[in-house]
């Protein structure tokens, strides 16, 4: 395994000394170990990939230096328009060096949602013409590995990806943890709002472990999970799948469930509800103010006011929450009609013995579309 520190101080040998991205699981301790060493100038958790790697562009305009842009390969998908139409040689031709974790490669377990990307990973990089080299896991092999990486990008002037199987970084513990000041936990907030939700209403869940406990909390309840919409994949757009359901059912209430770094991800999505100010919709935020799912990096939703987003953007009524007797009133506000946002603030963590959705993704749309029948 490459230790963290290892794999940092030979990209900074070799003059890179700038990182963006969206943290990945795979990618966890090196993300970790960036977020420690790097000033807010130099590290820059980004809303989404493509942001990344157009910070990365910016940097290298105001440096002639190369970043570095780090993301799980489910991120790939939001980094191909930048990739093509701002970095590629076609158009500004900008080098940049991208980090991607390879979940879901074939041959190795993973979760449903990474399936289909894992085996295009290498094949989106083949057709956008980024050379790539799949990282080693022995420490000398991978210098080697970045020395070619460097090499080409400064000969080419092209982006090149080192792409990142698990278990290739050692352990590596986040220190500059910020403890924010919230006493719930996300899955205390998640068990109360869908403890209080009508039976005829549905949830349309985001990425990560708040659909983990929504699953956990129905089974444990010994209901079933026709009712819920477990957006595994598609970070950031939980909200217009609820919006796509609630326009056409008005008569029940919808619920997205979602995360600070998700809305974050993808925010105009929240102009498109309120332009739309379904009266049966209710959007709940659980702000935690970092990626949880993926190691607890920070986001910036504890720096932004998402009340106050989602007034601006025609919500009709939004608060901020973060005791349960607060959550608990606010929840009886959700029995009128009206666009609404709440936002949760909880702490971060989760239980460690969280399970995962024990259906596929199949079953769950069939189960849900009968429902809304
Ligand atoms: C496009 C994309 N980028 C990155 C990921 C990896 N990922 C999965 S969950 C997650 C964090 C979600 O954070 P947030 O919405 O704040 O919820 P939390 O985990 O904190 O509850 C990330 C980055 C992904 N699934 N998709």
Redesign the pocket.
């Known amino acids: 395994m490459i230790a963290p520190q290892f794999f940092i101080e030979k990209l900074q040998s070799e003059g890179v000394e700038f990182f963006t991205g ?4 795979l990618l966890k301790n090196v993300c970790a170990y960036i977020t420690d060493h790097f000033d807010d100038k130099h590290n820059i958790i980004a809303a ?2 493509g942001g990344a790697v157009a910070l990365a562009a910016g940097y290298h305009l105001a440096t002639g230096k190369v970043g570095c842009v780090y ?2 390969n ?2 790939e ?2 980094a191909v328009n930048p990739l093509a139409s701002l970095t590629d040689r076609e158009v500004y031709h900008i080098p940049l060096l991208l980090l991607i974790g390879w979940r879901g490669r074939p041959g190795v377990h993973d979760e449903p ?1 990474h399936v289909k990307q894992g085996k295009v990973t290498t094949g989106l990089l083949n057709v956008m013409g980024i050379n790539y080299e799949v990282l080693s896991k022995e420490e000398d092999v991978a210098a080697k590995q970045i020395e070619k990486a460097i090499n080409s990008i400064r000969e080419t002037g092209d982006a090149f990806a080192l792409v990142v199987e698990k278990d290739t970084f050692d352990n590596y513990t986040l220190l500059n943890t910020v403890k924010n000041p919230y006493e719930m936990s ?1 899955e205390e907030a998640i068990r109360m709002v869908a403890a209080s939700i009508p039976s005829n209403a549905v949830i349309v869940s ?5 659909s983990r406990e929504l699953f956990e909390y129905r089974t444990a309840m010994g209901q079933g999970h026709e009712r819920d919409f477990l957006t595994v ?1 598609s ?2 757009h939980a909200s217009q799948i609820a919006l796509g359901i609630a326009l056409q059912h008005p008569e029940r209430k919808v619920y997205c469930f ?6 974050i ?1 993808h925010m105009g999505n929240m102009a498109i509800v309120g332009s739309r100010r379904p009266a049966n919709y209710v959007h709940i935020v ?1 702000n ?1 103010g ?5 190691g607890g990096q920070p ?1 910036v ?1 504890h720096d932004i006011d998402l009340v106050a987003i989602a007034r601006a953007m025609h919500y009709e009524r939004a608060v901020s929450v973060s005791t349960p007797t607060q959550l608990r009133e606010a929840l009886d506000n959700t029995q009128d009609e009206g666009l609404l946002l709440i936002e949760v603030r909880v702490k971060k963590g989760n239980r460690k013995d969280l399970g995962r959705p024990t259906t596929t993704p199949i079953q769950n749309k069939e189960a849900l579309m009968a429902f809304l029948k």
Do not use: L, Y
């Not at 969206?22 to 699981?25: A, G, I, Q």
């Not at 985001?206 to 708040?210: A, E, K, R, S, V």
């Not at 979602?258 to 809305?263: E, I, L």
């Open positions: 969206v943290p990945d699981s989404n990939e993301m799980q489910s991120g998908g939001n949602q996300r985001t990425t990560g472990m708040i994949g970070m950031g979602d995360g600070d770094g998700a809305s991800m659980f935690n970092a990626h949880d799912s993926v986001t939703g």
